[in-house]
């Protein structure tokens, strides 16, 4: 006979499994669409990269290295497990965003000379700094032990990478490009720097909501107690 005490609640994904799916559907969607020329060497796209093509290298290894090796420091098993492998491949993670960010800044200065304007240059070295502010943070925390800090930090550095998909999904979702204008791509581009820190915040936000463990009424007025007899 059904037993309801034995009844099982609903094991429901958590919130970081639904963000790294959406994650993975963007990059499938952006490698499709925007980067397959880099397996097509006769691409026309390459007479437009042809003044920085040689910088293109080095950036996208970087940013290979940080959207690819952030979902790995984000998974708590591997984290308890192999905490060797945990800190490899946060430092990779580190120094591919201290690559990626000012050779991305550059990149875009150099795009200048194909019609691009001097404010996107701007924004391209807002995007930098916010960047590496962000893992600069993460990295002092970490070096610290201050883990709740540096995973804080870690997870806005995160949100702030993840704008190289975000603008090139949206933009080639809703079609911005076509035909192409400069004045579409920058609004995407300032719109998702602008809100990655509050991406990463909500984020934190959520996590500590999930891992909030309830004080039970003995303890907090055992707390109490305790703070009002060690005050002189």
């Known amino acids: 006979m059904f037993d309801p005490t034995e009844a099982q609640a609903p094991s429901w994904p958590r919130p970081k499994t639904f963000?790294?799916?959406?994650?993975?559907?963007?990059?499938?969607?952006?490698?499709?669409?925007?980067?397959?020329?880099?397996?097509?060497?006769?691409?026309?796209?390459?007479?437009?990269?042809?003044?920085?093509?040689?910088?293109l290298l080095p950036h996208g290894l970087a940013g290979a290295c940080v959207l690819l090796l952030a979902?790995?420091?984000?998974?708590?098993?591997?984290?308890?497990?192999?905490?060797t492998l945990h800190r490899t491949t946060g430092a990779i993670y580190v120094t591919g965003a201290f690559v990626l960010a000012?050779?991305?800044?550059?990149?875009?200065?150099?795009?200048?000379?194909?019609g691009a304007a001097r404010s996107f240059t701007i924004e391209t070295m807002i995007q930098a700094t916010l960047l590496m502010t962000t893992t600069g943070m993460g990295l002092v925390f970490?070096?610290?032990?201050?883990?709740k800090q540096h995973r804080?930090?870690?997870?806005?550095?995160?949100?702030?990478?993840?704008?190289?998909?975000?603008?090139?999904?949206?933009?080639?979702?809703?079609?911005?490009?076509q035909p192409f204008d400069w004045a579409n791509v920058e609004t995407v581009v300032w719109a998702?720097?602008?809100?990655?820190l509050l991406v990463g915040e909500l984020a934190n936000q959520v996590y500590e909501l999930r891992t909030a463990r309830p004080v039970p009424a003995p303890e907090r007025l055992a707390k109490i107690v305790a703070a009002s007899t060690a005050r002189p």
Not at 29 to 46: C, K, M, Q, S, T
Not at 102 to 114: K, M, N, R, V, W
């Open 152 to 177: 804080q930090w870690m997870i806005r550095s995160y949100a702030v990478a993840l704008t190289f998909l975000e603008t090139r999904f949206i933009i080639g979702i809703f079609g911005l490009d």
């Open 142 to 147: 970490a070096l610290k032990r201050m883990i």
């Open 19 to 55: 963000a790294f799916v959406a994650v993975a559907i963007m990059a499938a969607y952006v490698l499709y669409r925007n980067e397959r020329f880099l397996i097509d060497p006769a691409h026309p796209v390459w007479h437009h990269y042809e003044p920085f093509k040689w910088w």
């Open 71 to 83: 979902p790995l420091q984000f998974s708590d098993y591997l984290r308890r497990r192999f905490l």
């Open 102 to 114: 000012p050779l991305g800044a550059y990149i875009q200065y150099l795009d200048e000379s194909q």
């Open 192 to 196: 998702c720097t602008a809100v990655s």
